[in-house]
T-cell receptor, first 115, second 110 residues
Framework: DTGVSQDPRHKITKRGQNVTFRCDPISEHNRLYWYRQTLGQGPEFLTYFQNEAQLEKSRLLSDRFSAERPKGSFSTLEIQRTEQGDSAMYLC?????????????FGPGTRLTVL | GESVGLHLPTLSVQEGDNSIINCAYS??????FIWYKQESGKGPQFIIDIRSNMDKRQGQRVTVLLNKTVKHLSLQIAATQPGDSAVYFCAENIVQKVTFGIGTKLQVIP
């Protein structure tokens, strides 16, 4: 399967713990995005990378959240000192930067439950 | 994003009929629009897109209409099938950032 993959698919953690999620984009895609989706709502943009550079961060991304894409391939999203309000589906998407459209391909997501 | 509560708008359609899902967007600077389909437990899947210099685009069984005057987007699905049951989101693209609208749940009645 050459689509976007995310790991783990599900994560249950206790409040106050740190969690890290991984995203592997489609191999030739140079842009990588993180979104958060809560029940009944559309995905909300968190941040995106072009190659290894993090170009934009949403105000939703508090200082407990950090994302990296060290070699311009896979990315990690870490949440420190998790809170119950962090419970959501975390989606990763990738795209190939062109002068035209920005078609993003989404992964299956990581569902986080904070107890 | 907007707060839309836990209850998505729902459209129920008989199998074989055409479906029309509507969406209003807010930013007149948006230059690219996308429709996504999201099935339960999966990430959004690209269906069709349209640039702001177009008012209609057709794909296989799907058509997107864009009315920039009233900032309205619609997705038409011809001959709706049970596999079309999902939540559909419109999204607007502004400078590489995609903003999703309110989803619509499509239920296909066999």
């Amino acid at each position: 399967d050459t689509g976007v993959s995310q790991d783990p698919r599900h994560k249950i953690t206790k409040r106050g713990q740190n969690v890290t999620f991984r995203c592997d984009p489609i191999s030739e895609h140079n842009r990588l995005y993180w979104y958060r989706q809560t029940l009944g709502q559309g995905p909300e943009f968190l941040t995106y990378f072009q190659n290894e550079a993090q170009l934009e961060k949403s105000r939703l991304l508090s200082d407990r959240f950090s994302a990296e894409r060290p070699k311009g391939s896979f990315s990690t999203l870490e949440i420190q000192r998790t809170e119950q309000g962090d419970s959501a589906m975390y989606l990763c998407a990738s795209s190939l930067a062109t002068t035209g459209n920005n078609e993003q391909f989404f992964g299956p997501g990581t569902r986080l439950t904070v107890l | 994003g907007e707060s839309v509560g836990l209850h998505l708008p729902t459209l129920s359609v008989q199998e074989g009929d055409n479906s029309i899902i509507n969406c209003a967007y807010s930013n007149s600077a948006s230059d690219y629009f996308i429709w996504y389909k999201q099935e339960s437990g999966k990430g959004p899947q690209f269906i069709i897109d349209i640039r702001s210099n177009m008012d209609k685009r057709q794909g296989q069984r799907v058509t997107v209409l864009l009315n920039k005057t009233v900032k309205h987007l619609s997705l038409q699905i011809a001959a709706t099938q049970p596999g079309d049951s999902a939540v559909y989101f419109c999204a607007e693209n502004i400078v590489q950032k995609v903003t999703f609208g309110i989803g619509t749940k499509l239920q296909v009645i066999p």
